[in-house]
């Protein structure tokens, strides 16, 4: 079965975090959670929207960025809390990354940090990655050079970030995480502060399989519940009841439903998890309830 690993992650801000990065690029102020899944399972980890932790001795909170999900090969962020993923066969890295508070600009002041990211990878990259303009889209040397080498742009005034196509991974760009973006240029208020990252990506891992049929679900009522063959009766009539064995193709589900919960105990967010599991089980019965009715 594939190993999945889950972390949280604080992306750390100060000195000189790109070009060389320092020594510490994040901080993990929790042990990471490893569990192994059967191929199939979607994993719903949950991260809160701020994450304590120490720097140095002194507590520090740190604010939710983004999830990313990567095999190693391919990947995919998002800056949704709840993620929902699907594990394939092989082991996967699920992150979710955090940005300290307080002011990121010179001496405290407004500005943004800026940095790549590549997917396949599940963490940032050095590549030299975008142009910082000024309003009227003439480009500004200095500032292109503090944000690809800091990575930090000032914004005492508008500026606009241009993202470079691809990065050393082979991968293209994605998107924009922050700021005001569209298409490859981000845009950053005068006076407003916060994070921009630019995503690269060959391509996404698979989507989670959200449907569930009702002929699935009458195959492990009346088949699976009774430990012995059932009877699939077709979506929109004809045919009649078909028999089927115990084993029906809604058992595979069952399993990696009981493997996430497995997963989700002892985890952070764990309550959550078990929230949409219930949901989703009392939707799954109100359908088998409404087949059973049609009957």
């Known amino acids: 079965m594939p190993h999945v690993t889950t972390h949280y992650r604080v992306y750390v801000t100060a000195g000189h975090h790109r070009q060389p990065r320092n020594t510490t690029s ?84 407004p500005g943004y940090i800026v940095d790549a990211f590549s997917d396949a990878l599940g963490d940032f990259v050095d590549d030299t990655f975008v142009t910082v303009k000024d309003a009227s889209n003439a480009v500004n040397a200095a500032l292109t050079d503090e944000a690809n080498v800091v990575g930090v742009v000032p914004t005492t005034n508008l500026e606009k970030l241009d993202a470079a196509g691809s990065v050393h991974t082979g991968e293209t760009f994605e998107q924009w995480i922050g700021g005001s973006a569209s298409g490859a240029e981000d845009t950053l208020g005068a006076g407003t502060s916060g994070v921009a990252i630019a995503t690269y990506h060959r391509s996404h891992l698979t989507l989670p399989n959200k449907g569930v049929t009702e002929r699935e679900g009458w195959i492990i009522l009346y088949g699976v519940t009774n430990d012995a063959p059932g009877v699939v009766i077709p979506i929109g009539g004809g045919g009649g009841p078909v028999p089927v064995g115990p084993w029906g193709p809604y058992l595979q589900r069952a399993v990696r439903a009981a493997a996430v919960g497995s997963l989700a105990t002892g985890m952070r967010g764990s309550a959550e998890v078990g929230r949409i599991a219930a949901a989703d089980a009392m939707a799954a019965a109100k359908q088998i309830e409404e087949q059973v009715a049609k009957g």
């Open 26 to 109: 994040w901080i993990e102020p929790n042990p990471a959670s490893d569990a192994e899944v059967v191929p199939g399972t979607v994993i719903t980890p949950y991260a809160p929207p701020q994450l304590a932790y120490l720097s140095n001795g002194q507590a520090q909170v740190a604010s939710f960025m983004f999830w990313s999900a990567t095999d190693g090969t391919n990947g995919q962020t998002s800056t949704n809390q709840t993620l929902n993923q699907t594990v394939d066969t092989a082991p996967m890295t699920l992150t979710a990354w955090y940005m300290p508070q307080g002011g990121i600009g010179g001496n405290g002041g």
